[in-house]
């Protein structure tokens, strides 16, 4: 079972950027698809992003395109969500997600069967 450690995060004024990355503790998920799912406050889990195995194949959600962008990083093991743009209305938990069935990208939440611990964004008006 891959363990995924994630950092970065915080607090942020509409308009600005932060950047989010994760790796893994023990096991790599080295060949999988990575992406990032987040919970809003009072709210459900929404799909964001998702890369391929090779960093090469990125999805996303039409509310974060133009502004986000997910990289990864083959030889350290990273993925990485950088945000810009950021608005009152991505406030949200940011959870690290790995698809140990497939190295290509979903946009479904429910194929994403290993989380982080998730990492608080808050972006105030």
């Known amino acids: 079972q891959v363990q995924l450690v994630e950092s970065g995060g915080g607090s942020v004024q509409a308009g600005g950027s932060l950047s989010l990355s994760c790796g893994t503790s023990g096991r790599t998920f080295r060949g999988y698809a990575v992406g990032w799912l987040r919970q809003p406050p009072g709210k459900e889990r929404e799909f964001v992003a998702a890369i391929d195995y090779s960093g090469r194949d990125a999805v996303y959600a039409d509310f974060v395109k133009g502004r986000f962008t997910i990289i990864r990083d083959t030889g350290s093991n990273t993925v990485t969500l950088q945000m810009k743009s950021l608005k009152p209305e991505d406030t949200a938990v940011y959870y690290c997600?790995?698809?140990?069935?497939?190295?290509?990208?979903?946009?479904?939440?429910?194929?994403?069967?290993?989380w982080g611990q998730g990492t608080q964004v808050t972006v105030s008006s």
């Open positions: 997600v790995v698809d140990q069935d497939s190295g290509k990208p979903s946009t479904l939440s429910s194929d994403f069967e290993t």
